[in-house]
């Protein structure tokens, strides 16, 4: 039998082989931007670095920083959309209520774990927790941030319950809550993680202080759920 997908052709050799160099100069570029911004940051703080500083450091145009980052909080907060996506990856895995708790707890675990996963990250990581603690701008960054990771979990939730959502009275303030509570125990922990960085403290002190703060908190979550089908899937 005849195909007719409407896929397009593969691509010749030479324009994959292009545009992989593209992207891996689109990203050293964006990678020496980050690195630029926050030697700056760490020497001069969040409020006294700007976006032509950033530039003369990195020795790219003004307009190339604009190209990969939309702000100062856009470069500092870069790593934002990898924890993102191993946040929804965990969540989107979860087949019942108790899956995604578990889930909840290993991807936050996961994410503070990558932070001390070598020498030169833990010390990027003391760098990044004592400017944001230094800085009342990025504290005040850190509430949109927060806020569109619930409003993305809770349209999860509500998606994955449907369409109890639309039959059981309460369902839906229900997962409300339940969103609140995962992002404000996720945010939680990366503030036990902050503090201990920034305190200087050994990479075991900081490890422990979080994965105690963790399955305290996650301990809490999953006595109040137990028994629940709040979290089940339709």
């Not at 670095?49 to 790219?60: G, K, P, S, W």
């Not at 870069?78 to 707890?105: C, P």
């Not at 990771?149 to 809550?177: C, I, K, Q, S, W």
């Not at 703060?213 to 028994?227: Q, S």
Request: charged share 30%.
């Amino acid at each position: 039998m005849t195909s007719h997908s409407a896929s397009a052709p593969p691509a010749p050799a030479a324009a994959s082989s292009a545009t992989g160099l593209r992207g891996r100069k689109r990203e050293r570029t964006r990678r020496a931007i980050s690195d630029a911004a926050f030697r700056l940051f760490a020497e001069h703080g969040f409020e006294g670095v700007t976006l032509n500083r950033i530039a003369a450091e990195a020795d790219v145009a003004p307009a190339t920083v604009f190209t990969h980052f939309a702000s100062k909080e856009d470069i500092f907060f870069g790593r934002r959309k990898e924890f993102d996506a191993q946040l929804w990856e965990a969540v989107r895995g979860a087949r019942t209520g108790a899956d995604l708790l578990d889930n909840l707890r290993r991807s936050c675990m996961t994410a503070c774990e990558s932070v001390l996963s070598s020498e030169d990250s833990i010390d990027q990581a003391r760098v990044f927790s004592r400017v944001l603690l230094d800085s009342p701008a990025l504290e005040r960054s850190y509430l949109p941030l927060m806020q569109r990771r619930r409003e993305r979990l809770l349209e999860f939730l509500v998606e994955r319950a449907h369409p109890r959502t639309n039959t059981e009275p309460g369902l839906l303030e229900e997962l409300e809550a339940f969103a609140s509570f995962a992002v404000a125990t996720r945010q939680l922990v990366f503030d036990v993680l902050h503090r201990t960085l920034a305190a200087e403290s050994s990479p075991e002190r900081v490890e422990a202080a979080f994965a105690d703060t963790l399955n305290r908190a996650c301990a809490r979550l999953e006595r109040a759920y137990a028994g629940s089908d709040v979290l089940e899937p339709a």
